[in-house]
C-alpha cells in the first residue's frame, strides 16, 4: 500500500520561475511531513518539513503547503536556479520513528 | 559534525556471498535507521535503533538480514546468502531524540550494492 504518492515523475522549470512539487497521502496519523533533495550518487538532503498542525512553512525559497482535508502537501521553490535540478522525495512520519517516502519526482531547471 | 558516513560506497558480489555495510551516525544522535532504495523509488524502511536497542523491523527485512548497534555508536547490517534481489542503494540515517528536530532524520551517502 502505497501511503505517500509523488504522481508526477519528472518536472521541467525555467530558471527563476516557480517549481511547484506535489504529494498526495492517504493515512491521517502523519504527524511530520518533510522533503528531501537527493543528487546522484548521494544520499538524500532534508530541505524543509511541516508539523501535521501547520498549513505552512517556509524557508528561504523554499515554502511547504499542507492541505489536510485534501491530504496534499506541495514545496515551491521561487526562484528556480540550475542548482536545483535533482530528485525530491516527499516523505511522511506515521507517529513512529520510520519515514515513508514517495516515489520521486525529478526536478529539472533550464537556464 | 561530520555527518553520516557509510562504508563501503560500493559493494559488488556474487550470489550466495555474504556482505556486511558500516554505518557511523553523527556523533550526539541517539537514532539510527536502515533504509533501502531501488531504482525508480523512494527509500524503504528496513529497521531502526534507538542507542543500542533495535525496536522496529520492516517485514522487507528477512531472516537473511540482519543489524547491529553493539555500543549504541556505529551500525552494521549484515545480508547472507546474496540474491540479485537484494541489489540496491541501502540508506543510513540518523536522528537526536529529544530535540525540537527530532523528526528530521539526516541520511549518510549510502552504499550500492551490485549481486551479480
Known amino acids: 500500500d502505497q501511503q505517500v504518492k509523488q504522481n508526477s515523475p519528472s518536472l521541467s522549470v525555467q530558471e527563476g520561475r516557480i517549481s511547484i512539487l506535489n504529494c498526495d497521502y492517504t493515512?491521517?496519523?502523519?504527524?511530520?511531513f518533510l522533503w528531501y533533495k537527493k543528487y546522484p550518487a548521494e544520499g538524500p538532503t532534508f530541505l524543509i518539513s511541516?508539523?501535521?498542525?501547520?498549513d505552512k512553512n517556509e524557508d528561504g525559497r523554499f515554502t511547504v503547503f499542507l492541505n489536510k482535508s485534501a491530504k496534499h502537501l506541495s514545496l515551491h521553490i521561487v526562484p528556480s536556479q540550475p542548482g536545483d535540478s535533482a530528485v525530491y522525495f516527499c516523505?511522511?512520519?506515521?507517529?513512529?520513528?520510520?519515514?515513508?517516502f514517495g516515489q520521486g519526482t525529478r526536478l529539472t531547471i533550464n537556464p | 559534525d561530520t555527518g553520516v558516513s557509510q562504508d563501503p560506497r560500493h559493494k559488488i558480489t556474487k550470489r550466495g556471498q555474504n556482505v556486511t555495510f558500516r554505518c557511523d551516525p553523527i556523533s550526539e544522535h541517539n537514532r539510527l535507521y536502515w533504509y533501502r532504495q531501488t531504482l525508480g523509488q523512494g527509500p524503504e524502511f528496513l529497521t531502526y535503533?534507538?542507542?543500542?536497542?533495535?525496536?522496529?523491523k520492516s517485514r522487507l527485512l528477512s531472516d537473511r538480514f540482519s543489524a547491529e548497534r553493539p555500543k549504541g555508536s556505529f551500525s552494521t547490517l549484515e545480508i547472507q546468502r546474496t540474491e540479485q534481489g537484494d541489489s540496491a542503494m541501502y540508506l543510513c540515517a540518523s536522528s537526536l531524540e529529544n530535540s525540537r528536530r527530532a523528526h528530521e532524520q539526516f541520511f549518510g551517502p549510502g552504499t550500492r550494492l551490485t549481486v551479480l
Open positions: 511541516i508539523s501535521s498542525i501547520k
Open positions: 535503533f534507538q542507542n543500542e536497542a533495535q525496536l522496529e
Open positions: 493515512n491521517s496519523m502523519f504527524d511530520y
Open positions: 516523505a511522511a512520519r506515521p507517529g513512529a520513528q520510520k519515514l515513508v
